[in-house]
């Protein structure tokens, strides 16, 4: 397995957490770390399924408040796995679309506020 910390390849098992998940040691940076470190579910005593619920709501529009009530969850869990999942989000999002090439722009949102704001459209002399 390659080491979550600093990426080096020679990892190795290093014993079990209290909560029965496998530990890793990397001789590189002389850290452990277990299997869920860097993921949604790392420090949280929440499950995958009350995970899937929170973000499932939360695409679909829900107000949080309403997520923490039918999810049985707090409302500061609820925003710290929205946090969580949007910052792993922006992770993937900044690594693999650096290298998208695209040949057009479309501006269409822009456009239709520029039009209602005629004013602002309007060329300078």
Same mark, same amino acid.
């Given at each position: 397995?390659?080491?979550?910390?600093?990426?080096?390849?020679?990892?190795?098992? !290093?014993?079990?957490? %209290?909560?029965?998940?496998?530990?890793? #040691?990397?001789? !590189?940076?002389?850290?452990? #770390? *277990?299997e869920r #470190?860097?993921?949604?579910?790392? !420090?949280? !005593? +929440?499950?995958?399924?009350?995970?899937?619920? +929170?973000?499932?709501?939360?695409?679909e529009g829900?107000?949080?408040?309403?997520?923490?009530?039918?999810?049985? /969850?707090?409302?500061?869990? @609820?925003?710290?796995? +929205?946090?969580?999942?949007?910052?792993?989000? /922006?992770?993937?999002? *900044?690594?693999?679309v650096q290298?998208?090439?695209?040949?057009? @722009?479309?501006?269409?949102? /822009?456009?239709? #506020? @520029?039009?209602? *704001?005629?004013? *602002?459209?309007? %060329?300078?002399?």
């Amino acid at each position: 397995m390659e080491c979550r910390l600093c990426g080096h390849p020679s990892t190795h098992k !290093h014993g079990k957490a %209290p909560n029965g998940s496998q530990r890793y #040691f990397c001789p !590189h940076c002389k850290q452990t #770390f *277990n299997e869920r #470190f860097d993921t949604l579910y790392y !420090h949280r !005593h +929440v499950s995958p399924e009350q995970i899937r619920q +929170v973000l499932q709501g939360h695409s679909e529009g829900s107000s949080l408040r309403g997520i923490s009530r039918t999810s049985g /969850l707090a409302y500061n869990t @609820v925003v710290s796995i +929205v946090r969580a999942a949007s910052q792993q989000a /922006l992770l993937v999002h *900044n690594a693999e679309v650096q290298s998208v090439r695209t040949q057009e @722009v479309s501006g269409d949102e /822009l456009w239709s #506020f @520029v039009s209602k *704001n005629r004013s *602002n459209a309007s %060329p300078r002399n």
